[in-house]
């Protein structure tokens, strides 16, 4: 067990609340990977196929599991607020540590920034349907700013795989290399601990 939590996993130690993520962290982290792996084969298949009721029920799903992930970020964002990460282990900042936080805004800007401006695309002059069960209001109609909003949607996607790649490569390298327990900051204590996770 590396060290960071070999020394916090003693039974109730209040020390182990500052080495993870709270649940509700990780819950909504988990929640936001999960709704990331259906949304992007969703908007590849749907982009793919020639107009039918198909492609439109894609979009439908496309632009619902995106409003979802709007909803997911900001409240995460929130909770974030009110319950600041733990620090991470090892004392001052490192330049790879800076990257890593950097990584993680740049990650949220464009968790924002691709469900806006689906929406100033998608919304602009219509109603969007949530799953066919409601609808999201008509934003007021404005041709120029949905054509800037389709530009920054199509590219934003670039900026997301890109970031993704590198904060899942960097979380194998953790694992595999540095063995520093970092991965399990993000998930549940393997061991009797569980208890004394804050919620
Ligand atoms: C995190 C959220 C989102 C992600 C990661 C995402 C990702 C994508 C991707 C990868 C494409 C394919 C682009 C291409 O190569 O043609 C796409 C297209 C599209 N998305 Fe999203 N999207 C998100 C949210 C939304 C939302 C909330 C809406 C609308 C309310 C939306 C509306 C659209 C539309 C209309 C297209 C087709 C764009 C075009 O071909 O002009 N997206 N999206
Ligand atoms: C679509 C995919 C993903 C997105 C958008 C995403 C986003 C994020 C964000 C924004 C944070 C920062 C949390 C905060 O400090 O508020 C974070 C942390 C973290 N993520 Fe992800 N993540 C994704 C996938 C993954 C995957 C697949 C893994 C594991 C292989 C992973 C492992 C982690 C870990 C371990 C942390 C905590 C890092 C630390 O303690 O500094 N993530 N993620």
Same mark, same amino acid.
């Given at each position: 067990?590396?060290? @960071?939590?070999? $020394?916090?996993?003693? *039974?109730?130690?209040?020390?182990?609340?500052?080495?993870?993520?709270?649940?509700?962290?990780?819950?909504?982290?988990?929640?936001?990977?999960?709704?990331?792996?259906?949304?992007?084969?969703?908007?590849?298949?749907?982009?793919?196929?020639? $107009?039918?009721?198909?492609?439109?029920?894609?979009?439908?799903?496309?632009?619902?599991?995106?409003?979802?992930?709007?909803?997911?970020?900001?409240?995460?964002?929130?909770?974030?607020?009110?319950?600041?990460?733990?620090?991470?282990?090892?004392?001052?900042?490192?330049?790879?540590? *800076?990257?890593?936080?950097?990584?993680?805004?740049?990650?949220?800007?464009?968790?924002?920034?691709?469900?806006?401006?689906?929406?100033?695309?998608?919304? #602009?002059?219509?109603?969007? @349907?949530?799953?066919?069960?409601?609808?999201?209001?008509? /934003?007021?109609? #404005? $041709?120029? /700013?949905?054509?800037?909003?389709?530009?920054?949607?199509?590219?934003?996607?670039?900026?997301?795989?890109?970031?993704?790649?590198?904060?899942?490569?960097?979380?194998?390298?953790?694992?595999?290399?540095?063995?520093?327990?970092?991965?399990?900051?993000?998930?549940?204590?393997?061991?009797?601990?569980?208890?004394?996770?804050?919620?």
């Amino acid at each position: 067990m590396p060290d @960071s939590l070999s $020394k916090t996993s003693g *039974l109730r130690s209040p020390a182990l609340a500052a080495t993870r993520y709270t649940l509700t962290a990780q819950a909504l982290h988990w929640l936001t990977v999960l709704l990331m792996l259906a949304i992007l084969p969703v908007a590849w298949v749907m982009v793919s196929l020639p $107009k039918s009721p198909q492609q439109v029920w894609l979009f439908v799903i496309h632009r619902s599991l995106g409003m979802t992930i709007l909803a997911v970020v900001a409240v995460r964002l929130a909770w974030r607020a009110a319950h600041p990460p733990p620090p991470l282990p090892g004392g001052p900042s490192t330049a790879m540590e *800076l990257v890593g936080r950097l990584t993680h805004w740049l990650l949220y800007a464009l968790l924002l920034l691709m469900p806006v401006s689906g929406y100033l695309q998608s919304g #602009n002059g219509r109603p969007v @349907s949530y799953l066919g069960l409601f609808d999201l209001p008509a /934003l007021p109609e #404005n $041709k120029g /700013l949905g054509e800037t909003a389709q530009t920054a949607h199509l590219l934003g996607q670039w900026g997301i795989y890109a970031l993704v790649a590198l904060h899942v490569l960097s979380t194998v390298w953790h694992v595999a290399v540095r063995r520093d327990g970092l991965l399990g900051r993000m998930i549940p204590p393997q061991d009797d601990a569980a208890r004394d996770v804050p919620r």
